[in-house]
Every structure is written in C-alpha cells, then in structure tokens.
C-alpha cells in the first residue's frame, strides 16, 4: 500500500472531472504519475464514479505498463496517458473525457482557433487536432498509437505541451494535461469552454479571424512565465 | 400479484429517464418483457412519474396485448413496444422518449451519422430513420405500425437490432432497446447524446465524414462481442 | 377577501413557471379569469417572485379593469391579458414569459412551424406570429393593442383560441393560455419546448418539411376532443 | 476598517455573479465605488469565490490607483474598471465576466442588435463592440486602455452609459455597469440573455431585422425615465 496519495489525487481528479460536468456515463480517466517512484496511476475500466474508492485506483510501472498495485483492470486509455508521460517529460497529470465540444470539433478534424482572451490566459496558440490514424495503427496498439499521433502532431508544429496542454483526438475526443494532475484537471474544463466559446463564435460569424498575436502574448505571458502578474503571487 | 420483479424493474426504468433528462412533461415510456412468462410491463398512459407507484405498472400478455394485471390503461405506445418485442426476439426492454436532440433528428427525417468513437461504442452504424408512414397505416393501428415501420427499417438495412439498439422514428422521436431494461435505458441516453454531438459536429464542419471503419469496428467491437477487452470482466 | 382561491391558483401559477425554467428575472406573469364574478387576478408589476405572496395579487374587474382587491398595482400586461380574456371566452389562464426559444422565434417573426409529433400532441398546427404592430398602435393603448394583433392573427386565419392555445408576439415572445390556467401554464411549457425543438430540427435540414396532415390530425385527436385515447380517462 | 459597507457590497455581488451563472473558473470581478470617499473597492485577483471573505476586498484610491486597504492584490482588470469611474462619472458599480454568449458577440467582433423587446427593456440601443486595440495599446497599459477604448466607443457614438449600461470588449467579453453594483449585476445578466436570444434569432432568420424604433422608445421609456409606469413605484 504504497502509494496512498497518488491514489488518493487520482481519485479526487476523477470526482471532479464529473463534478464540473465534463463527464457522461463512465467516459473519463484522469492519471497522474509519480516520476521519482516510476508508477503512474489511472482510474480502473468502465467502473462507475460513484461506486469508486481511492484503493480501487491501479498503479502501474511507468516503464513497463504492468500493474504494481490494485485489483481492478485499468482504464482501457492507459496505453495512452502512458505515452504521453513518456514522451512529455513535464507532464504530471493527464485527462481525457468525451466532454460534448470538444468532442464536437474532434469529430469535425478541426483545430480549435483562439479567437479570444479566454483561450489565450490558458492555451499559448489553437488547440490541436491530430490527422487520421491509419488502419494498421488501429488494429494494432491502438491506445499507444493515439498517444503517438498526438505527440506527433506536437513534434511536427514543434509545441511546447505546457504552452498548450489539449489536444483534439481526430474523431474521439480530447486529452488534456498540465505540470500536475489539478493544471491538467484546470485545462480539461476551459479546454471545453473555449471549444464552446469557439463555435458559438463562428455562429455569428463564420469568418472571425484569430485574435491578435499582440493579444494571445499579452493575455498568456501576463499569466504563464517570467513576468506573470496576475494571481496573488 | 404475480410480477414484482418485472413491475419494479419497469417502474425503476421510468424514474431513470427521467433523472437521465430524457422526459419532459410526460413524454416517455419504458418496458420489460418476461418470455418465459409470455409478458411485458409498461408505464401506465399519461400519469406522472413522480406518482407513479411500481403496483400502478400494467402487465400485458406478449402475445394478446390484454391485461393481466394492473388497475392502469398502459401507454398509448405500448403497441409498438409490444411489436418490437414480438419481431426483435433477443430484446428485453424498449425505452420510448421524446429526448430534445433524438427528436430533432427525427423530425428532419435524417439518420445520425457515426461521426465518433463515442457513437461507435455503442452503436454499430448510424442510428437508422424510418421512412414516413402512409395515410392508411397512420389511420388504422397507428401504433402497432409505427413498429412495423421500425422493423421493416431493420429488415431492409439487414440491421442486427442489438448492434444498432435504436431508431429515430420519422416525424416523432426516438426508441432504444437492449438485452434487458438497465441496457435499453443506457443506450436510450447514449443516442440522446451521440445526436446532440453529431447536431454540433456539422454546425463546425457541415460535411464531416463518417468515422473510418477500421475506427467504427475497433471501438464497437472493443467492446462488444468475444474479443472486448473494455471494462472489469 | 372574496377571491382567495382565485388569488392562490395564480400565486401558485406564478412559481411553477418559475420553477419550469420559463422565467429570467421578473419577466413573466400569470393570470386567472373568474367568469362568474367578472374579475381577473394576475402577477403585480415587477415583484420578485420569491417575496410574492397569494395575498398580493390584485383583483381586477373583467369589464372595467378596476383594482377591486389587493394593494399592489398588477402588471404592465395586464391590459393584454384582460383583452384575451374578453375576446377568447373559452379562456380561464393566461400566461406571458420571455422563455428563451419562443422569444428567439418571435423575435425573428417567425411562426413555428409543426415539425413533429411532439407539437401535433399539443398545438393543432403551426403557433402563429402576431404581425408588426403600427406606430400609433404601439404609442397609445400599446399593452391592449398587443392583444388585438393577437386576436386579430387568430381571427384572420380563423384558428380556434382552445385548439391552438399560444402565440407569439412579434419582436416581444409568447402567450399561452388554456380553459384553466393549470392548461396555460402546461401550454407554456410545451410551447418552448417545440420552439426549440423547431429550431435544432432547421439546423439539421433547413427545409424540413411539416409533418404530414394525416400524423397532425392523429396526434391531436388522441389527446383532444371526442375519440381521445390518451391518458386514463 | 472604513469601507466595511462598500467591501461588503461587493463580496456580495462577486458572489451574486457566479450564483447567476455568468462565471466560470474564477472569470469574473465586480466592484464598487464610493464617490464621497473617492475610494473603489474590487474583487483581488485569481482568488476563488467560494474562499472569498468581505474583508479579503481591497479598496484602491480613485485618483491613484493604490492600495489603501487590504491584504490582496486587486483583480488585474482594475485599471479598466478604474477608468471606467473616471470617465463614466454616473456610474457606481462595474461587473466584467467571460460570460459565454456575450463571449461570442466580443470574439465575433460584432455589437449585440436590438431585435426585442427584453433587449429594450434595459439597453436602449445595441450593444456596442470596442475597435480591435493596437499593438501599442496592448503592449503597454493595457488594462487601462481596454477601458479607453470602451469610452471611445460611447463618446464616438454618442450614447449614454446610463442608458445602454454595458459594452463588449473586442476579442475579450463583456463589461457592464450601473448607477450602483445592483443594476450593475442586474445589466450583466440581462446583457448576457439579450446576447443568446440574438444569436438564436439570427439561427432562425439570419436577416431579423432590429426592433422598430417606436417600440425601443416605448419599451425602454416605460421602465425608464420620467414617465416609467413598470414596477410598483
């Protein structure tokens, strides 16, 4: 029993990911890794969240995937969120829901602009889409591969993940993270308001361009990095 | 007072939609049939859900369409849940709601689309319409023949009905069955929310394509049928 | 003291629109008529609704439109619901909200048109948009004028006040009424619920076509009228 | 401890915004001024509402923009609702939200169109949108100049801040205000319904056109101003 408070973190994302309504039915995992101890933990497959207590969260070894600690099968994503923990060396927490926007611009392959402050004080350029995953990589290592096309589509437009920490799964859904699991949990619920935002916008016009770069580096930066002054510290 | 179970299960079913968000004012109606016993229950017509009492819960023959217990007329509809049970033999419960997306769809008389993997969970295909009934089968045994409509739908498209639990039925609204009552209801949710993403998907990208098939079947069959591997079992 | 009842029936009408979703703010108001004492009760102007007591709706003479019980004046409305009560006599309940969907349909002058079953259940074809109102119209007697160009739609396309018990006001949102104000207020309801129904349905097929006479007729009749099935009685 | 009264006020209208549902995360601040004392007070910045304390509000010289009360930094919008007092010399209380259809219309870049009369009731006119700012303007006082842009916008146009109490702020949100912090939060929620009741208009009639004049005169006028005859006064 030796990883108390992972559990206990991974347990408490996963409540509150259904709490701010980003959850229907059992579609949602939130995982978080513990980077000195080489296990992340991730909420157990299709298990209600109600019916679900700290213990019954799996543990598995970062580096092979197999299970340290726990009963329960893990969530059938883990594939997933474990190579985005590999490959993404700041990641500390990751979350993946079938949240109803989101998942509106996934199944649409669009990228979500930012067309406004909102998505700016959060995500440093448009959330991501990944391209088509071929058929052999859905029949095989499925999981794994989704993780790979996204950290593909960062290497390839050469993004920073903690400057954008979402992503659009062509067709699926989206996956968000952040440095620990609560900016990961954080960047799951705006990821779904700015994806909101963001529709609704091109509902009243379908032309609105992208906000001014002048503003996506004033809204970020007076936020994120170096001279942040907004918050109290 | 011989079907408890049956009549508890129905009447636990009909407090569920309605907590899922499915039912406005009256409009919704769920079923259970028993084979061996050569029954079904519904909810009785027009009578509110929250002075519904599972005793109130009429029970009919299968093969008759008389009642054999209850004090209550059972729902207008219950002749197309009794068809449906009739022509689909592997169902063991049929929900009948007028869920505000599943109704929009039916009333443009479009068939929702498999645009996701949160559909392709569920559902093996897109979620059928059927075509507009003719004057004299809605002036005679309108009911019965709004199943046959739905049957005839299945039969034409050679739809397995427990690999697509669901229909919109043209002009009207949706129905969602399953193996049992607890899937008929789950899946009664899922289509209301696979036409509310579907709906917001075509508002981003009015001609997004349907899900690659390799997607459809590794999502459907992942967890469905002999080789899932989703799930606790 | 004389008209406690009348005065409850309208306090209570008052919150169940509240609690039905259909009022933001202190937009909207309820109304009864009593025939046989000639007087009409209705919201006061601009109360809250939660300090609102049974004992603070005024009274009014039907015939002169006198206060003749209650302290506060009633609402600006009123002349439109006392000119409704005058000309539709089948009426016992009126109710106005600024209800979301409806207001959206009469602010783009619109009628909705009955696109499914779910309206045919309840309103006996399209619900009717007021025509403009003429300058002089609205800059003296406005509140009565509303109720003319009501009256004046229904009269003009000969619809019956009972079959088709709601319209909307152009550039202003619904009315709805009923032979009680039970029926009104239940009218209400479904009104916004069709308007939006009404409006997604567009979305999907913007030439959706309106449900066919012989599915219109069938559904209103089994509610309505003579051979009516629905329902215990 | 001077200000109990006006800390007081606006800990309670930052708590009456979120209860309104116009604020996600911790997007949203209201303030207050008090002209005699020549003080402002305002919610400080990033700080959750539901650990917020009365006392935790700080209050800010008028003239200089400095602390002279409280622990916490103020909400780094201060200097836009700062200039706003300024300017706006009847206004006593500025709310600013991400409010999401008033979102929309800001990321649009379009001003919200009078096209009712819930719209006419409290805004007499359409909501103005501010000019996209300039690289200059964004880069250095920007706060501020967020605020100088709005106040362009209404002297440009002539209005009345009085009468058309709240502005979207281009590619940003909304901000509102009163002649005290009540109307003000009052005017945020109205600006926030008459933004989606526009935009479902246009989903339904993309050329509605705006409310006749004579009927903004009345609407607005029977509330407002000399011979006002809504309410009980």
């Not at 969260?57 to 059938?76: A, C, H, W, Y």
């Not at 790979?148 to 400057?163: G, Y």
Request: net charge negative; hydrophobic share 40%.
């Amino acid at each position: 029993m030796a990883y108390e408070a992972l559990k206990q973190t991974v347990w408490q994302a996963n409540q509150d990911i259904v709490e701010a309504g980003l959850v229907e039915m059992t579609w949602g995992n939130a995982s978080a890794v513990d980077r000195d101890a080489g296990v992340m933990a991730i909420k157990p497959s299709g298990v209600d969240y109600d019916t679900l207590a700290p213990d019954d969260v799996p543990v598995l070894s970062l580096e092979t995937g197999e299970r340290v600690e726990g009963q329960l099968k893990p969530s059938s994503d883990t594939p997933t969120h474990r190579h985005l923990y590999r490959q993404f060396t700041g990641v500390g927490g990751v979350v993946h829901t079938h949240s109803h926007y989101a998942v509106a611009w996934a199944q649409a392959g669009r990228a979500v602009p930012c067309l406004g402050t909102t998505h700016a004080d959060h995500f440093y350029g448009p959330l991501p889409v990944t391209r088509a995953m071929r058929q052999e990589e859905i029949q095989s290592d499925y999981e794994k591969n989704t993780g790979a096309v996204i950290v593909e589509r960062f290497r390839e437009q050469d993004l920073d993940p903690l400057a954008i920490p979402g992503v659009l799964v062509n067709g699926h859904g989206p996956f968000a993270w952040g440095a620990d699991l609560d900016a990961a949990v954080e960047n799951a619920i705006v990821l779904e308001s700015v994806a909101r935002k963001a529709l609704d916008t091109y509902r009243i016009h379908s032309d609105a361009g992208p906000l001014d770069r002048a503003l996506l580096d004033k809204h970020y930066l007076r936020k994120h990095g170096a001279d942040a002054y907004y918050g109290q510290e």
